[in-house]
């Protein structure tokens, strides 16, 4: 996918929400895009806190409560609760050997520290399916706290931890609406749009008489990360590409 913390403190707290008038939004918008506050690259910033489960704010409770659901209906994606932590589902597999119970086998990334565990499951157990709202954000800047992110509707802010961004840190651009699942007031997971448009900064030289059904040739984007363009792509084109793995889309129409 930032930060005076709103009835959310905690030792090990990653993730608060800032609430703040309209005024407010727009004056850190206007920071933002002066400059004034920077945008660092993903490899410079430190790594950001992680929230715990519950807040210890007085009279806050930020638990939502979980769905009970089988095994077997996990998709990845989900959020699932175990013994007093969340979990965000990395794969899941049905598996129906010949002789046997059928399993669930699943592969979880704890939130609270990221370490991946992986676990088994008969189809038919019953797991903890958290309660997650999907919500519109905005993005607004990168600091060493984390991702800082603004809800429109109401112009809270959020601090979204390095690790729940992961690689969709590269595609972040200002201003850009990504979907964040919050639970209760953490933010759990992020969804990008599927595109973005960046720019070509190192290629091989466009050479006459090639065609875009030539080979595809090795190209460095404005974001760093490493792409394959057709041949007639030369340094300084704009593209589009998927932001799940960079491949090539387009050129860009703007």
Known sequence: MFSVPLGFVGNDAKAVVLCCSPAAAQGRNSLASTGKISMLQPETASMAARAPLSGSGPGQN?????????????????????????????????????????????????????????????????????TIEDQNFNFLYKDADGFHFMNNENYDQVQVPEDVVGSAASYLQENMTVKLSLHGIIPVAIQMPQRATLEVVETEPVTKGQTASSSYKPAILSNGVRTAVPPHIGTGTRIVVMTEDGSYVERAKD
């Open 62 to 130: 930020i638990r939502k409560t979980a769905l009970k659901v089988i095994a077997s209906s996990i998709r990845k994606g989900n959020v699932i609760e175990q013994d007093g932590k969340l979990y965000v589902v990395l794969t899941a597999e049905n598996i129906h050997p010949g002789k046997g119970t059928p399993v669930s086998q699943i592969e979880m990334r704890r939130i609270s520290d990221g370490v991946k565990i992986s676990e088994r499951y008969k189809t038919t157990d019953q797991v903890e399916k958290a």
